[in-house]
């Protein structure tokens, strides 16, 4: 497994070599797989609209994946000769087709994860569970942000009286929507739309709340992991005080015994 993270991190020794970001950043190297190959295959020219932005949105994840491997590796040039700039060309905007060739880090991040044991995988995935569930949030929202932009405007785009009719307004739709805000400026007006309303409503409220809940748990963390580093140092000063102290009452007792020892000699001497 070493050579295939080496390949896929630039350096053994970063941190998103966990098997949770692994797993999380090859899913979306296969959603934007699919989205880049079906831009190039689907005809309707609104759903185009709504890939190509989705598109955008996985090339600026996978920048900010290059940027954390980038700031992360230990040694950058070499990142940057051997692979960084692999990943800095598939990251260019408004190129679906260079999306395509993330296939290779499919690829590799599998195999990856394949020559990893099972229990393996549900032990990181446990020690962190939050990582990991926050991970699987945001593969849930892409999904029902890429269905939902896709399916509202199929049949609200040749409804009369549509608001929504282009790509760019199915995901300002599908954003609004999922986020719970509800502006109100663009409302579907078919049955169908107003079902598929009614189901992202319900999913962006479930992953807004568990959003909201892993960033309640995560500063609680730091602030339970602050104290007990606070603690922790706290009992070292007083190990250090009770070492200095124990060193103190040695000395003092060398000092009592050298000084009984020579009234000893002192006593024998006058005796003698």
């Known amino acids: 497994m070493d050579n295939d993270l080496m390949f896929l991190t630039g350096d053994r020794d970063i941190d998103t070599r966990r098997t949770t970001y692994f797993m999380f950043i090859t899913a979306v190297a296969v959603l934007s797989l699919v989205v880049a190959v079906s831009y190039y295959l689907v005809p309707d020219q609104e759903i185009k609209q709504v890939l190509f932005i989705l598109d955008a949105i996985y090339a600026l994840i996978f920048l900010i994946d290059f940027i954390l491997r980038l700031v992360k590796s230990a040694d950058r040039r070499k990142y940057l000769f051997w692979w960084g700039w692999f990943d800095l060309v598939t990251v260019l905007p408004g190129i679906p087709l260079l999306r395509i060739l993330r296939s290779l880090r499919i690829i590799l991040g599998s195999r990856a994860l394949w020559s990893m044991a099972p229990q393996e995988i549900i032990a990181e995935a446990r020690e962190r569970f939050a990582d990991s ?16 932009s896709i399916l509202i ?35 579907p007006v078919t049955t169908p739309g107003r079902v598929i309303g009614s189901f ?18 995560n500063f609680s963390g730091r602030g ?4 007990q580093r606070q603690q922790l140092e ?13 060193q103190r009452v040695l000395t003092l007792e060398e000092k009592i015994a050298e000084k009984l020892d020579v009234e000893e000699i002192s006593g024998d001497e006058r005796d003698g």
């Open 153 to 187: 405007v199929s049949v609200e785009a040749g409804a009369p009286g549509a608001e929504i009719t282009t790509g760019g307004d199915a995901m300002w739709w599908s954003l609004v929507t999922m986020s719970t805000v509800g502006y109100g400026d663009e409302v």
């Open 234 to 246: 706290l009992a070292m000063k007083n190990q250090d005080h009770l070492e200095e102290l124990l």
């Open 133 to 148: 569930f926050l991970f699987v949030t945001v593969i849930i929202g892409l999904l029902v942000l890429s269905i939902g």
């Open 224 to 227: 339970l992991r602050k104290e």
């Open 200 to 217: 992202m409503i319900i999913i962006g409220v479930a992953l807004f709340t568990t959003i909201t809940s892993y960033l309640a748990s």
